[in-house]
């Protein structure tokens, strides 16, 4: 299991870099991190039962707990807070980032859904 060296949280770009031991380096933005959040609210509690997160494009991540030794809590600007991203998780984000992010586009498209926030 590769483990974090560093995690990094970059407010104005809203990104989070991580470095693993494996030397594997990355930079996931706020929003990645959130609509793929390992939540059951987001992955549902089975196969086919995943809810598509729209409008995330403008959330951030205001803290980082630590859980234990194998992950974090991410507490988003949404409220959100309830996803632990175990380091092997947060390892296959980073791998798997390209493809995820455009299987998540191509996802919101056929929904006809958007990234942007809704306006109030």
Aim: glycine share 8%.
């Amino acid at each position: 299991m590769p483990i974090p060296t560093t995690i990094t949280l970059h407010q104005l770009s809203k990104e989070l870099e991580v470095a693993f031991d494996d030397g594997l380096e990355c930079r996931l933005s706020c929003e990645y991190l959130r609509v793929f959040s390992p939540s059951a609210e987001v992955r549902g509690h089975g196969p086919g039962q995943e809810v598509l997160q729209t409008g995330k494009k403008a959330v951030e991540i205001k803290a980082i707990e630590p859980v234990g030794q194998y992950a974090v809590k991410l507490v988003f600007s949404d409220g959100h807070d309830t996803g632990l991203y175990s380091w092997d998780y947060l390892h296959e984000l980073a791998v798997r980032r390209d493809d995820n992010w455009r299987d998540y586009l191509d996802r919101l498209g056929r929904a006809g859904a958007t990234r942007e926030p809704a306006s109030p």
